[in-house]
């Protein structure tokens, strides 16, 4: 892997491992816990925020929704979900919306937070799935805490002392789809060994970080997630620290600005997200004029990642010694990536990807 590694070598990326572990090809189990320990603590710390503690309990009350959306020629159970749980300064609840397909096997399940509350939405290609055997749960992300810079005052944000957790409203988006695994872990219509954390752009991001800090996820699928989500931040074309926190600094806790023009003394780069994740699988899309995004440093990162995968005995990102090209897809590993022809979007040919990969688990 000449040509990999020598990219990789340019980009000056912070070791995963400490230098004096490199010699072993396999780490004690023990270690690989309390380096992911280590990792998460200092993503809380540098850029996604701390987030309070999982509630006691999470309650949903659930109304069928079919002839407000569709039951897809009664091919599946829709149906609204308000989900509720307590918080330090009350309760708060958000609406979902779940689509099962009317079989009898256990289905694995996709949470998706997405843009809108629509069903079917241009990202979301409901029957489709439903079509592939699985089911999914889909959220408007505004609905939980408003995509703005309100001052943390809109929805789940004003809910928690801003003294006590420095959380970003991605890390915010991310928790709650954790509540809604809380959901999915008292169904049994769902493959626990199949659920799987989906989202585009900032929710890819989102979908990343949710799936680093909750290992019930099997599976974490960002699309088009781009920079400080699966793009390596170092060398990365397009938008870097300064870009991101200049038009959306509340995604991020405070520490992140003190990086932008200054991203070589980052403690981590995007790599780092990628491996705390590990050893679950991750599928991550890129598109090949989403420059924005830069789809060679989201191809890098996993390369990089993979790293973490081999401690613990798998394959990461099995991929040829070059960078990608329009048609790639690389899921021989634990880590699957492709590249498609197109513009930032949340496709087809992107959702046919991830419902190949939650099915091979």
């Known amino acids: 892997m000449i040509v990999i590694e020598q990219l990789l070598r340019q980009r000056n990326l912070p070791e995963i491992f400490p230098k004096s572990e490199k010699s072993d090809f396999k780490l004690t189990s023990n270690y690989l816990v309390e380096r992911r320990k280590e990792i998460l603590s200092l993503l809380s710390h540098e850029i996604y925020g701390t987030a309070p503690e999982a509630p006691e309990n999470v309650t949903v009350k659930k109304t069928d929704a ?13 149906s609204d979900l308000v989900i509720s749980f307590e918080t330090e300064t009350g309760m708060f609840s958000f609406g979902a919306v779940e689509i099962v397909p009317k079989i009898k ?75 809604i695994m809380d959901y999915l872990m008292t169904c049994d219509y769902a493959d626990k060994s199949k659920i799987a954390v989906v989202g585009h752009s900032r929710l890819g991001k989102t979908a990343l970080v949710c799936a680093a800090y909750d290992q019930r996820f099997s599976l974490a699928c960002g699309n088009n997630s781009g920079c400080a989500g699966d793009a390596l931040t170092r060398g990365k074309k397009g938008e ?110 992107d959702w046919l990807v991830y419902l190949d990969e939650i099915k091979k688990l």
């Open 105 to 179: 096997e256990k289905v694995p399940v996709f949470v998706f937070g997405n843009f809108r509350g629509d069903v079917p939405d241009r990202y979301l290609p409901a029957e489709e799935i439903i079509d592939n055997g699985c089911g999914v749960i889909v959220f408007d992300f505004n609905n939980v805490t408003a995509d703005k810079e309100d001052g943390f005052s809109s929805g789940l944000a004003a809910m928690y002392d801003r003294k006590k957790y420095s959380w970003g409203k991605i890390r915010m988006w991310a928790w709650t789809e954790s509540r």
């Open 240 to 349: 870097r620290v300064r870009q991101i926190t200049d038009n959306f600094s509340y995604w991020f806790c405070e520490n992140y600005r003190k990086y932008r023009d200054n991203e070589e003394n980052m403690p981590f780069d995007q790599h780092f997200l990628l491996a705390a994740v590990a050893p679950r699988k991750i599928a991550l899309g890129a598109a090949f004029e989403d420059e924005w995004a830069d789809p060679d440093s989201q191809y890098l990162s996993a390369c990089s990642a993979s790293e973490v995968y081999e401690k613990y005995g798998f394959a990461g990102l099995v991929h040829p010694d070059r960078l990608p090209v329009v048609g790639d897809r690389f899921s021989g590993g634990q880590i699957c990536y492709h590249l498609r022809a197109g513009k930032h979007f949340f496709s087809r040919t």
């Open 66 to 78: 079919s002839q407000k959306y569709s039951d897809f020629a009664g091919k599946a159970y829709v």
